[in-house]
């Protein structure tokens, strides 16, 4: 196998679920949804730490298999840590070709939280 692949941890996208509380007011639910396998890459460039320290959120680089369309606004938890990532680019832009040997596609996110 390769590194990447072997790097990948469970993972789900994360649904937004609206519904009535007892009081007839809207509650939005955040509940887990499909689960999937990603590799996750930290960028820690020069360029992301100096982003950082102006308030700019800590950026990845997630790769999954090519059947797995992540796009923006979708969230998604890593299951090992619990942490949140909301997608910022387009799933459909960045895959390796079906000729290739990796059947890989990637997109960058950036950490979320639940709103509380």
Same mark, same amino acid.
């Given at each position: 196998? $390769?590194?990447?692949?072997?790097?990948?941890?469970? @993972?789900?996208? *994360?649904?937004?679920?609206? #519904?009535?509380?007892?009081?007839?007011s +809207?509650?939005?639910?955040?509940?887990?949804?499909?689960?999937?396998?990603? @590799?996750?890459?930290?960028?820690? @460039? &020069? &360029? /992301?730490?100096? /982003?950082?320290?102006? %308030? +700019?959120?800590? #950026?990845y680089?997630?790769?999954?298999? #090519? $059947?797995?369309?992540?796009?923006? =606004?979708?969230?998604? +938890?890593?299951? $090992?840590? %619990?942490?949140?990532?909301? *997608?910022? $680019?387009? %799933?459909?832009?960045?895959?390796? =070709?079906?000729?290739? %040997?990796?059947?890989?596609? /990637?997109?960058?996110?950036?950490?979320?939280?639940? =709103?509380?």
């Amino acid at each position: 196998m $390769s590194l990447v692949y072997d790097s990948m941890e469970d @993972s789900y996208i *994360i649904d937004k679920v609206t #519904r009535l509380d007892d009081y007839g007011s +809207v509650v939005t639910d955040y509940v887990k949804g499909a689960p999937f396998q990603a @590799s996750y890459s930290f960028d820690d @460039s &020069t &360029t /992301a730490r100096i /982003a950082a320290q102006e %308030g +700019v959120k800590t #950026r990845y680089t997630i790769m999954t298999k #090519r $059947s797995v369309v992540l796009q923006f =606004p979708q969230v998604i +938890v890593r299951e $090992s840590d %619990g942490k949140y990532f909301q *997608i910022m $680019s387009d %799933g459909k832009d960045n895959k390796t =070709p079906k000729i290739a %040997g990796l059947d890989l596609r /990637a997109v960058e996110a950036e950490e979320w939280e639940l =709103p509380k």
